[in-house]
């Protein structure tokens, strides 16, 4: 079945720097979403791509969909501790169900 | 956008029992989701409800495990059926809702402890 996979699955860094997480599906994607999910919280939705190539920015974050529509990456920069939590990708498959496959997650660490 | 609720919020129960999880959604909404999510860990999709049909399950979900209610546009819930600790998780809710089509809401979840 369709599979979305992220990486890393941890990362700890220290507040100032940037942050990089990257999602790989083994199919093509109608629409790649982004979700973040704060310790003891649940997912909270931050954006949708749908084109091929597309980037879009939320003040310090960047998020891409690759052009084969198959990758997605989430980047942030000069990190805040408010940016503590996990960051989930999910994928919509082609059939267009509305089924989101999540990725595994990457859990952000900031040190003050 | 969406308000959702669940009760109830956390249980613990014991081995061979059952939960009914409710969702409550403040307003209609015609996809609801139901997933788990054990700790640390990341979300698994249980089954989508439906008003007015069958709820779709995934593989490895089954209807007698976890048998679904969508009886409105508004109210799901979902049960956990003869309870085992593997059964422990994080059980959530969410519905399709927003201007983002796909966008899904996520309600506050239940946390299960099974002992």
């Known amino acids: 079945g369709q599979q979305v996979m992220q990486i890393p699955q941890y990362q700890h860094v220290q507040e100032g720097e940037d942050f990089t997480t990257y999602c790989n599906s083994s199919?093509?994607?109608?629409?790649i979403q982004w979700y973040k999910q704060r310790p003891g919280g649940h997912p909270v939705f931050l954006i949708q791509?749908?084109?091929?190539?597309e980037v879009k920015k939320q003040k310090r974050l960047t998020f891409q969909f690759g052009e084969a529509k198959k990758n997605s990456s989430l980047h942030i920069t000069a990190t805040q501790t408010t940016d503590v939590g996990t960051y989930f990708c999910?994928?919509?498959?082609?059939?267009?169900?509305?089924?989101?496959?999540f990725g595994q997650g990457t859990t952000l660490q900031v040190k003050p | 956008s969406a308000v959702i609720s669940q009760k109830p919020s956390r249980d613990i129960c014991q081995r061979g029992t059952s939960l009914t999880i409710q969702c409550q959604v403040d307003?209609?909404?015609?996809?609801m989701f139901w997933y788990r999510q054990q700790p640390g860990q990341s979300l698994t999709l249980i089954a989508t409800?439906?008003?007015?049909?069958?709820?779709?399950?995934e593989s490895g979900f089954v209807i007698d495990k976890f048998p679904i209610s969508r009886p409105n546009l508004t109210f799901s819930t979902l049960t956990v059926s003869n309870m085992s600790p593997e059964d422990s998780s994080i059980y959530l809710c969410?519905?399709?809702?927003?201007?983002?089509?796909?966008?899904?809401?996520f309600g506050p979840g239940t946390r299960l402890t099974v002992t």
């Open positions: 969410s519905v399709e809702a927003g201007n983002v089509p796909y966008e899904q809401y």
């Open positions: 199919t093509t994607l109608s629409n």
């Open positions: 791509l749908v084109k091929s190539g």
């Open positions: 999910a994928g919509v498959g082609s059939s267009n169900t509305g089924k989101l496959i």
């Open positions: 307003s209609q909404v015609t996809m």
């Open positions: 409800a439906n008003q007015g049909s069958e709820a779709t399950y």
